[in-house]
């Protein structure tokens, strides 16, 4: 696994576009790329910070930095292989995560379920919970920071709008299952993957 940061121009025009649209950053990453989102494995996550703007980015494989665009500058890569390697159980960290706490409900009359957002506290802090006990840790604190919305277009045959509720959780967790608990960091956790979402910030 590979952890890539890149920096963004709020000037430039084509930067500006894709924060105000999720479909257009999800390309703007993916172009970094030779496959798709799911076959690198790639996670990202924008962080703003001292009014400049970065991405951090894991993936199964180094991206292409000849790929950037305008707008896009390297800032550095880590081969994260030997850290994944050496998470076990018991260990604890701070986590930083920006989720879509949901679940799929029936629609009467419509083949597909539809991912409807958990709106309470408690629904949500549960919905972190239960996907912890799947994914090899529990939570052990968790502040709920703040919501926000993303939004994007579609092709009107794909859905047309789109919307995406984002919740900011930050605590501490306690490994449980080593080999559940990479796969999840690797992999991210809960729905949005494409659009920023499901990465796992680990610090000490």
Same mark, same amino acid.
């Given at each position: 696994?590979?952890? @890539?940061?890149?920096? =963004?121009?709020?000037? &430039?025009?084509?930067?500006?576009?894709?924060?105000?649209?999720?479909?257009?950053?999800?390309?703007?990453?993916?172009?970094?790329?030779? @496959?798709?989102?799911?076959?690198?494995?790639? =996670?990202? /996550?924008?962080?703003?910070?001292?009014?400049?703007?970065?991405?951090?980015?894991?993936?199964? !494989?180094?991206?292409?930095?000849?790929?950037?665009?305008?707008?896009?500058?390297?800032?550095?890569? /880590?081969?994260?292989?030997?850290? =994944?390697?050496?998470?076990?159980?018991?260990?604890?960290?701070?986590?930083?995560?920006?989720?879509?706490?949901?679940?799929?409900?029936?629609?009467?009359?419509?083949?597909?379920? /539809?991912?409807?957002?958990?709106? @309470?506290?408690?629904?949500?802090? &549960?919905?972190?919970?239960?996907?912890?006990?799947?994914?090899?840790?529990?939570?052990? @604190?968790?502040?709920?920071?703040?919501?926000?919305?993303?939004?994007?277009?579609?092709? !009107?045959?794909?859905?047309?709008?789109?919307?995406?509720?984002?919740?900011?959780?930050?605590?501490? =967790?306690?490994?449980?299952? !080593?080999?559940?608990? /990479?796969?999840?960091?690797?992999?991210?956790?809960?729905?949005?993957?494409?659009?920023?979402?499901?990465?796992?910030?680990?610090?000490?």
């Amino acid at each position: 696994m590979y952890l @890539t940061k890149i920096t =963004l121009s709020l000037a &430039d025009r084509s930067i500006q576009r894709a924060l105000g649209d999720c479909q257009q950053m999800h390309r703007l990453i993916m172009g970094l790329f030779d @496959t798709d989102r799911a076959s690198a494995n790639v =996670l990202y /996550r924008l962080r703003s910070a001292q009014g400049a703007i970065a991405v951090y980015i894991y993936s199964s !494989a180094p991206l292409k930095s000849d790929r950037l665009t305008l707008g896009m500058k390297f800032a550095g890569e /880590r081969d994260m292989g030997p850290w =994944l390697e050496s998470l076990s159980e018991g260990q604890r960290w701070n986590f930083d995560l920006l989720a879509c706490p949901s679940k799929k409900v029936a629609v009467e009359g419509i083949k597909n379920s /539809r991912r409807r957002i958990l709106r @309470t506290p408690d629904e949500r802090a &549960d919905w972190l919970r239960h996907k912890a006990m799947q994914n090899g840790f529990a939570v052990m @604190t968790v502040r709920e920071l703040g919501s926000s919305q993303q939004t994007g277009h579609h092709p !009107a045959e794909n859905g047309g709008r789109l919307y995406i509720d984002n919740y900011h959780y930050q605590g501490t =967790l306690q490994v449980t299952d !080593a080999a559940l608990f /990479r796969n999840v960091v690797s992999s991210g956790l809960g729905p949005g993957k494409a659009y920023g979402l499901g990465m796992l910030l680990l610090t000490h």
